[in-house]
């Protein structure tokens, strides 16, 4: 059973920056699936951010994050991260990782919609002075 852990988020103030970790365990192989990082802000819905395709390390982005945002992954930890500089006050929100089969294409996408499963608890992002 595949097991996604978000973690890494607080307070941090405008023009700060944090990494947030995405640990999968459960012995389940991720070599034909994506992992996407969604956020959900208060009283919004919940929006994919960014993906990356865990066989080849395809990246795709939301235009709000692009170019500021950058995904990786470390084949060996299990571990996909999310490195955010520069933090804007609209970054304030809670950061999920979810998973999404690649169905055989080589660039992941965040319309995939119910296709993202396992949701874990996700990591709660403050951007504030």
């Known amino acids: 059973q595949l097991r996604l852990v978000e973690s890494g988020g607080g307070l941090v103030q405008p023009g700060g920056s944090l990494t947030l970790s995405c640990a999968a365990s459960?012995?389940?192989?991720?070599?034909?699936?994506?992992i996407g990082w969604f956020r959900q802000a208060p009283g919004k819905e919940r929006e994919g951010i960014s993906c990356i395709s865990w066989s080849v390390g395809s990246t795709n982005y939301e235009d709000s994050v692009k170019g500021r945002f950058t995904i990786s992954r470390d084949v060996a930890k299990m571990t996909v991260y999310l490195r955010m500089p520069t933090l804007k006050p609209e970054d304030t929100a809670t950061y999920y990782c979810p998973v999404a089969p690649t169905t055989g294409q080589s660039t992941c996408r965040l319309n995939w919609g119910p296709l993202y499963t396992n949701w874990g608890q996700g990591t709660r992002v403050t951007v504030s002075s």
């Open positions: 459960g012995g389940y192989p991720l070599t034909y699936n994506a």
